[in-house]
């Protein structure tokens, strides 16, 4: 079976362009969740999504948005990018949406923003 | 708000030691706890999954424990081999699929 997939796996881009982040989540799950993780915050919850639709949302700004598609694929995006956004971003997925579940990462997607 | 503590911040050890990693909770009311391992610039593998009603979880050389009422888990190697260093992280859910994570323990096994 195969795991959760990220792509692309690395980016550079300039301040004030957008990125889009696509996560592919292993077959049959239909949770996806996407992390932020930099070396002063540690891992920060973005958002879950669960049947096309956004379950919980943690505190990032606007500019931080995501869909998933109807085959549970999810992609994040990130507008007007600043110099902070510079990370590596996770996504996870899980059978369901809830509290009990296994959650499965995949290698993660390094943005670095110039 | 559930806040996830992890100590120590860095571990080295001599290749065959046994060691614990720490990992403590502010919130009780946790559904499970998980274990993971990321290696620099990788993403996370899960080690371990511990449901709230389990007292402890052992896979090969690797066992968990869990202590809702104190709020705290641990997580056992036996056997240290270099091909063990890594992070490990321990996370608790917080409201559904948004799980809260600790810094992690930085373990460096010797040869």
């Known amino acids: 079976k195969a795991g959760v997939t990220q792509t692309p796996r690395y980016l550079i881009k300039t301040r004030g362009q957008q990125v889009t982040l696509s996560c592919s989540p292993i077959?049959?799950?239909?949770?996806v969740s996407w992390y932020q993780q930099t070396p002063g915050q540690g891992l920060q919850f973005l958002f879950e999504y669960f049947s096309e639709t956004q379950r919980n949302k943690g505190n990032f700004p606007g500019r931080f948005s995501g869909r998933q598609f109807s085959n549970s694929r999810s992609e994040m995006n990130v507008s007007t990018l600043e110099l902070g956004d510079s990370a590596l971003y996770l996504c996870a997925s899980s059978w369901t949406s809830g509290t009990n579940y296994e959650q499965y990462f995949g290698p993660g997607t390094r943005l670095t923003v110039t | 708000k559930q806040e996830v503590t992890q100590i120590p911040a860095a571990l080295s050890v001599p290749e065959g030691e046994n060691l614990v990693l720490n990992c403590s909770f502010t919130?009780?009311?946790?559904?499970?706890l998980q274990w993971f391992r990321q290696d620099p610039g990788k993403g996370l593998t899960s080690l371990l999954l511990i449901q709230s009603s389990q007292r402890e979880q052992t896979s090969g050389r690797l066992n968990a424990s869990l202590d809702k009422s104190s709020g705290r888990s641990t997580l056992y190697i036996a056997a240290s081999q270099p091909g063990d260093s890594a992070t490990y992280l321990c996370?608790?859910?917080?409201?559904?699929?948004?799980?809260?994570f600790g810094a992690g323990t930085r373990l460096t096994v010797k040869p």
């Open positions: 996370a608790v859910p917080y409201n559904n699929n948004d799980m809260r």
């Open positions: 077959s049959g799950h239909r949770s």
């Open positions: 919130d009780s009311a946790i559904y499970n």
